[in-house]
């Protein structure tokens, strides 16, 4: 089709002709919202680097959570801020802990919200990082069993579903059997399967208090330079039985949400980080660009490579704003 026979602008005319011919429409339905628990009452710790956003103690949660809920968003995922660090990450599984409060909590409070948990022991670690440290190797294997507790003692306070983001080899198949085992054969995993060593995790350590102590996450998280590898590392995650896949973060690896996409018939995830969401609201507060438009076109762009639901900061003001229009 050449010009003049065919006018793109034709059908660019109007509102009511651009809606007619849209091909990503964004609907809350995409969107599950990370929240910040801590213990103790009346907390509401505000994060520097992720303006709007706070580590919460419950009864706040449940506020926002309930918020959320009744803004159209179908699901959280939980990340916890323990009291206690130690080299076993125990406060990760403990029957009492953080996120396993959390979650009883925000079900029998906001029963029809999903609430899925972010398993991983680098909150919980002294050392700061997502598994067992021996001297300064990160031990896989060891790690595995604590992850698999983790997961089981989410479930056992209530998770809808667990998502593993450590990013050890294995981890799928020891928390689907644990899981299995223990009568939780409906919880779904969503793995974090291509989790690249990202620098727009920042934010998310402040706000998690997770950042290693020594050295980098570079011996386990992906190489961001590399798309063939997260091919083999989503179905080494799918084989193992995950339900549904993630990429993290998403932005800056749209290339990867779109190929896996067309190469893998389960849902796909895609993570829109802190660091993501940080630069937006930062260049907004300087007046650099419109932080609505631009958090819009963000999500839209992650949605039409070829995401099935996304992970982001924005969920609240994303929604907002399609209430809106
Ligand atoms: C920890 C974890 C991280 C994020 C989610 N889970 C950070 C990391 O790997 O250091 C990042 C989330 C974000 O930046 O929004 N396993
Ligand atoms: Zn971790």
């Not at 680098?122 to 021996?134: A, K, L, P, S």
């Not at 793995?191 to 208090?209: E, V």
Request: charged fraction near 25%; aromatic fraction near 8%; hydrophobic fraction near 40%.
């Amino acid at each position: 089709m050449l010009f003049p026979d065919y006018r793109p602008r034709r059908l660019r005319q109007s509102e009511a002709f651009r809606r007619m011919i849209r091909e990503t429409v964004l609907s809350a339905d995409d969107f599950i919202l990370p929240l910040f628990a801590i213990g103790g009452k009346d907390v509401k710790n505000p994060i520097p680097s992720m303006p709007g956003h706070c580590q919460l103690s419950t009864e706040h949660l449940v506020k926002t959570a309930k918020e959320a809920y009744e803004l159209g968003i179908p699901a959280v995922i939980l990340f916890g801020i323990p009291e206690t660090k130690n080299a076993l990450a125990t406060a990760a599984y403990s029957k009492d802990g953080i996120v396993q409060k959390a979650v009883s909590e925000l079900k029998s409070k906001v029963p029809d919200l999903a609430v899925i948990t972010d398993v991983c022991l680098c909150q919980y670690t002294d050392h700061g990082h997502c598994g067992v440290v021996e001297g300064h190797i990160i031990d896989n294997d060891a790690t595995l069993d604590l992850l698999a507790r983790t997961a089981l003692s989410h479930a056992k306070a209530g998770a809808d579903m667990v998502a593993p983001s450590d990013m050890m080899d294995g981890r799928v198949t020891e928390i689907r059997n644990v899981l299995d085992e223990n009568n939780f054969s409906h919880v779904p995993i969503m793995s974090y399967a291509a989790k690249y060593c990202s620098a727009y995790y920042g934010p998310f350590r402040q706000a998690a208090d997770s950042a290693p102590k020594f050295g980098d996450r570079r011996t386990y998280q992906m190489d961001p330079a590399n798309a063939l590898e997260a091919i083999r590392e989503v179905t080494m995650d799918v084989e193992e039985g995950a339900d549904i896949i993630m990429i993290k973060p998403a932005l800056p690896y749209l290339d990867i949400i779109c190929r896996v996409r067309q190469e893998i018939d389960l849902p796909v995830a895609a993570y829109n980080v802190s660091g993501e969401y940080a630069m937006i609201k930062a260049a907004e507060e300087k007046g650099w660009l419109d932080g609505k438009r631009a958090m819009m076109e963000m999500l839209t762009a992650i949605k039409r490579a070829g995401a099935d639901m996304i992970l982001t900061y924005f969920a609240m003001d994303a929604a907002k704003e399609l209430r809106r229009s």
